[in-house]
């Protein structure tokens, strides 16, 4: 089999193979987190005393959109993609995606987009001042309209929902089409499952948020008055669009997570996943539900009781299916014969975890509370809780648990580990105690706090500067492993199932070339 | 190590744990929420707790399973996977189970949260309105009792960047207020109500969304724009209660204090009718001819607590956000523009509408203070005439 395609800049820039998309859009994503994570290191910098030492107001909160913006647009959903591209072909035993040259264009749309959305810090007046987004990453109007170069980041978030269409298309296509012969749709692996079900979620949430930019869009430059009570517009309305795509976006991000980590348990438990059809139906259960929860996060607006009440109710009834899911994972590592290498640490880790940030959801979704608990450090620490020590903590297992296939070489189990306990240590001593101080009455996005929320805001950012460098060992952990390491064989885990498994490894540019038979 | 083994020590940990609990519960405050000191807070507390323990016990469940699988099925000590994956009567007991839980813990949610939004009638009415970065109260029982509060200067100036003030000894960092007006008392900033009376907030905002927050006495709300949002409160005891605002707007946002003291009724009467003599007083000024020299102290001072925020105590501004004063078109322009500006702002700016914020007298001398300073020589005076 010998493989056609340009080499150097061009392989990259004309590349229609799912497997190098595949890997640009991981190194996209992983450049990201590196970004967004070093803005994090800014604000927990700022944070770790009382007084303003570091940046200015304003460029902190520029800080913290920016942050969250890069993370969930450029790190974690990228990411994800970046799974999928690589995984679900060679999970249903398809050549490549259905749609290559599209998958070339969803790609290589984010690098100007995440341009579009930085490149105002650098633009015109004082630097130092933050001439960047500073409106927090949800963008409330009439907040946002005040900043005079909304232009940018409203092209900017076009983009990426373009990008993110035109992926989840490929992705439905592929696995509606390609699958191969004797692959029903219950016989799919989870991972296959969540990404289709997300790829749905996407393609309905997108066009919501782009209506929402493209209002801002004409209130700010062409006297529309969509979001400004002045002329007559709501700027609560700008709310609820903005969050029945925010509510499902959550979901985008945590659902391959979900179905990363059922690959993984089963495979170092040495046991089929349990539950495999009420896992799949978990998940469709927890796509609807995302449609019709949005409003808690704005119980405080005013909304009428009898909408707190629904909204109350709808929102709690997600813990059933993300229950199921968390007893399911557990029934399966029961009476099993484990083994620990690191993508099952990062996996348990993920479990564990993922778990208390559904116990704060759990709190947060019940509207008397959520009146304390709104817009607090207690908010702050429960996303954080999902995000990190759920999606990208899913992300890193997945890294781990397939690098062996992508690149044909063991990574150092030493430094995987370390990198593990360095990294769980540090994460909860960095989140853990946001609680608290969410609790005491810390509102998030300030860059300046009362000193009774000193001490816990200090240890706070021990722990993260600690969790940001520990990342770094993840960077030279992996590019050790693309250079070389232990060669991994085609069937790389004891207890691995699945098609991605019958290939060699490192996996061939071209697989599946012929359509494999499943029984 | 075999399952009892493992059961002994974890038992050992738990009452290890028990040992330092009162520890735990000495530091109690600076972990979790504060009871309050109004029904709802008190109602917002007890369901806390409730859905915490229900979190905690359903986790220490979960995670007991998870950790004592974790011990003994491991396949270095020579487990042997079993292969059962499915079971629908277990799925449908881990469906139902959480759901009845769930309803447990509707059932107080919804009475609790039909109080919190209750809309009985109030035996004081106060109006707030959030603006970039202060907040206007207004009695709107108690004709002309309406004041700014908003954080002091000496805690504005301790929160400037390498202002290299130790913000540890300001009492109340950035948890204090003043009223501008009368900047000598803090108290003169102070939302002050009579205790066991029921105090209703109308809750709105200039020009971009706030949100008007006091942990202890149970009341978040958004002010926004167009709306008028209804909040409430009881206190059933004296006390000053503090919080801030607790919805991003802009860079002020964490400078955005607001402090509660709920004194007794006879006190209450007499604070209102303090009030009700300033008023009068700034009232008698807004029909007074000041000198030069009088408008141009009385200009910087509020300048400096109501524009240099923005524009700078230089003046100059930020590129790129705030305009400068100094050599400004509108600062060195006809007087009636300049009036215009400031009296009624720049709408999709954080340029407030000042005519509602500050009195005449205040508004003709920091008019003046802008045309005659910063290097500005427009010589040329704003009388409270002026201010139409």
């Known amino acids: ?519 | 190590m075999s399952a009892s083994k493992t059961i002994k020590i974890l038992s050992r940990l738990l009452c290890a744990a028990l040992l330092f609990s009162p520890a735990i519960a000495f530091a109690d405050y600076e972990l979790n929420l504060a009871p309050g000191v109004t029904e709802v807070s008190q109602m917002q507390y007890d369901l806390h707790m409730l859905v915490l323990w229900i979190c905690t016990v359903a986790g220490i469940g979960v995670f007991a399973v998870m950790i004592y699988s974790i011990i003994s099925h491991r396949k270095s000590k020579g487990a042997q996977a079993a292969q059962f994956h499915e079971s629908t009567t277990v799925e449908v007991i881990w469906t139902v189970i959480p759901f009845a839980i769930l309803v447990a813990i509707a059932v107080p949610a919804t009475s609790g949260l039909l109080m919190l939004e209750s809309t009985d009638k109030a035996d004081v009415n106060i109006k707030v309105t959030g603006i970039q970065w202060k907040w206007e109260y207004n009695y709107i029982d108690e004709d002309g009792v309406k004041f700014i509060s908003q954080l002091p200067a000496a805690h504005r100036k301790a929160s400037k960047l390498g202002s290299g003030e130790d913000v540890t000894t300001i009492e109340n960092y950035l948890l204090e207020v003043d009223n501008p007006a009368t900047a000598d008392d803090l108290a003169d900033g102070y939302i002050v109500v009579p205790e066991k009376k029921r105090v209703r907030l109308l809750i709105t905002a200039k020009n971009v969304i706030h949100a008007w927050w006091v942990p202890a006495l149970g009341v978040k709300r958004d002010a926004i724009p167009g709306y008028i949002n209804e909040s409430w409160f009881y206190a059933e005891e004296r006390g000053i209660y503090r919080g801030q605002c607790a919805e991003l707007c802009g860079k002020g946002h964490g400078f955005m204090p607001i402090v509660v003291k709920v004194v007794s009724q006879a006190d209450y009467v007499s604070w209102i009718s303090k009030q009700k003599g300033l008023a009068s007083a700034s009232a008698g000024e807004d029909s007074k001819t000041f000198t030069m020299a009088e408008l141009m102290k009385r200009g910087e001072a509020v300048y400096n607590s109501s524009c240099a925020g923005c524009h700078q105590s230089t003046g100059e501004g930020i590129t790129g956000a705030f305009p400068a004063i100094k050599g400004s078109k509108i600062a060195t322009g006809n007087k009636a523009g300049h009036i215009n500006i400031v009296k009624n702002g720049k709408p999709g700016t954080a340029m407030a509408a000042f005519g509602s914020q500050l009195s005449k007298a205040d508004l003709a001398a920091v008019i003046t203070f802008e045309r005659n300073a910063f290097g500005n020589k427009k010589g040329d005076m704003v009388q409270p005439s002026d201010i139409k």
């Open chain 1, 1 to 519: 089999m010998s493989d056609h395609h340009p080499t150097g800049i061009k392989r990259w820039l004309f590349t229609t193979n799912h497997k190098d998309i595949g890997t640009l859009y991981l190194w996209f994503a992983f450049i990201m987190l590196l970004v967004g994570g070093s803005m994090a290191m800014v604000i927990r910098a700022e944070l770790y005393q009382p007084g303003m030492q570091i940046v200015e107001p304003n460029f902190f909160n520029m800080m913290t959109t920016l942050h969250g913006l890069i993370m969930v647009f450029g790190a974690i959903m990228p990411a994800m993609v970046g799974f999928a591209n690589w995984q679900v072909p060679m999970m249903i035993g398809a050549p490549d995606m259905a749609l290559p040259r599209l998958n070339n264009w969803s790609f290589w749309i984010l690098p100007f987009a995440a341009t579009l959305l930085v490149a105002p810090m650098f633009m015109g007046g004082d630097f130092l001042q933050g001439q960047g987004p500073a409106f927090g990453w949800t963008f409330y109007e009439p907040l946002s309209g005040q900043y005079n170069k909304l232009a940018f980041f409203i092209f900017a978030v076009h983009l990426l929902g373009f990008s993110s269409i035109m992926g989840s298309i490929n992705i439905i296509a592929t696995i509606f089409n390609m699958r191969a012969p004797g692959m029903t749709l219950m016989k799919m692996p989870l991972f296959v499952w969540t990404w289709l079900i997300t790829a749905f979620l996407l393609i309905a949430v997108m066009p919501v948020l782009a209506g929402a930019v493209t209002m801002m869009l004409t209130d700010k430059y062409f006297g529309t008055s969509f979001f400004d009570a002045a002329g007559g517009g709501d700027p609560v309305l700008f709310q609820h669009v903005f969050w029945f795509f925010g509510h499902p976006e959550v979901y985008i991000m945590i659902l391959p997570a979900f179905g990363i980590i059922s690959q993984i348990i089963p495979t170092f438990a040495r046991k089929p996943l349990f539950g495999y059809a009420s896992m799949v139906y978990a998940t469709a259960a927890i796509a609807f539900l995302s449609f019709i929860v949005w409003a808690h996060h704005m119980f405080t607006v005013g909304m009428p009781v009898a909408g707190e009440l629904y909204f109350t109710y709808a929102t709690v009834m997600i813990a059933v299916p993300t229950a199921v899911k968390v007893f399911n994972w557990t029934a399966t590592m029961w009476k099993g014969a484990m083994t620990f290498e690191t993508p099952m640490l990062w996996a348990i880790g993920f479990v564990f975890m993922f778990t208390i940030g559904g116990f704060t959801g759990l709190m947060l979704g019940v509207a008397p509370t959520d009146f304390q608990y709104h817009d607090t450090y207690f908010v702050v620490a429960h996303f954080h809780y999902v995000l990190v020590t759920g999606a990208l903590y899913a992300i890193i297992a997945g890294v781990y648990f397939w690098i062996p296939k992508w690149t044909g070489n063991m990574y150092n189990e030493k430094l995987g580990k370390l990198h593990f306990w360095l990294s769980t240590i540090s994460v909860n001593v960095l989140f853990f105690p946001q609680h608290f101080v969410g609790l005491e009455g810390m509102p998030r996005r300030i860059p300046d706090y009362n000193p009774m929320f000193a001490d816990w805001n200090m240890i706070s950012s021990l722990g993260g500067f600690t969790f940001g460098a520990s990342q770094i060992l993840f960077l030279f952990i992996v590019i050790m492993t693309i250079k070389g390491g232990k060669k991994a064989e085609a069937k790389v885990w004891e207890g691995a199932e699945g098609l991605e498994w019958t290939i060699p490894s490192p996996a061939p540019y071209h697989t599946f070339e012929t359509a494999p038979e499943i029984k």
